[in-house]
């Protein structure tokens, strides 16, 4: 795929991962994600609670409760009761990955992470560079 059809897809399912944030119940920040193997979309997630809890991310003092999931966890986790596996994937995101996260993307498989905002640790990023992830970041200005 050229580089110019590429960018068109990416900026695609970036548009796709934001309205898939906005699914999400936490107050402080909604992230999106996408996973996508083969032009096609194997996975979808948005941060959030586990299933059986309350849909409230955040406690009385708007601090986020230590067991929401993130968007892309959700999303990995997801293809572990499907039919799918991430080997090759690119998962796009909302946000970049936190450290945690960013050693589940590895670990699945996923070989190329797009994404739009920074989050505040980037540390997460270098180590997917460093394990051979290829990371593209987009200006969501420009999408």
Known sequence: MTNTKQEKYDRAYLRMALEWAKLSHCKRKQVGALIVKNRMIISDGYNGTPSGFENCCEDENEKTHWYVLHAEANAILKTASSTHDCSGATV????????DCSKLVHQAGIKRLVFLNKYKDTSGIDFLKEAGVEVVEFDKNNL
């Open 92 to 99: 796009y995101l909302t946000m970049s990955p936190c450290q």
